[in-house]
């Protein structure tokens, strides 16, 4: 069982930046960022392979968001810059065996961090 725990949410304004931390029990997994807005299903974000050479981001980030780890200590990193009220909601990492953007290819999940961006 791999534990998973986010950092670094919170309350900013449109156009800030932020940079969310997921620490995991151990390494060897793809490692994926997740969201989810109030009323609405939970979106893929970004993925990173575990070589940290192959990364997927949706379409809504791209170019504003980057994702990267640090295996040297089981963690994965989502940098947001340019940040809009659309952005936020609870965000989770996952680690999973392939890089997908499908949760159900997921199958550890952490407990989530919360990101608002005001306008």
């Known amino acids: 069982q791999v534990q998973l725990v986010e950092s670094g949410g919170g309350l900013v304004q449109a156009g800030d930046s932020l940079r969310l931390s997921c620490v995991a029990s151990?390494?060897?997994?793809?490692m994926g960022w997740f969201r989810q807005a109030p009323g609405k299903e939970r979106e893929f974000v970004a993925t990173?392979?575990?070589?940290?050479?192959?990364?997927l981001y949706a379409d809504s980030v791209k170019g504003r968001f980057t994702i990267s780890r640090d295996n040297a200590k089981n963690t994965v990193y989502l940098h947001m810059t340019s940040l809009k009220p659309e952005d936020t909601a609870d965000y989770y990492c996952?680690?999973?065996?392939?890089?997908?953007?499908?949760?159900?290819?997921?199958?550890?999940w952490g407990q989530g961090t919360q990101v608002t961006v005001s306008s």
């Open positions: 996952a680690a999973g065996k392939i890089v997908m953007t499908a949760a159900s290819m997921y199958a550890y």
């Open positions: 990173i392979s575990r070589s940290g050479l192959s990364t």
């Open positions: 151990e390494g060897s997994y793809t």
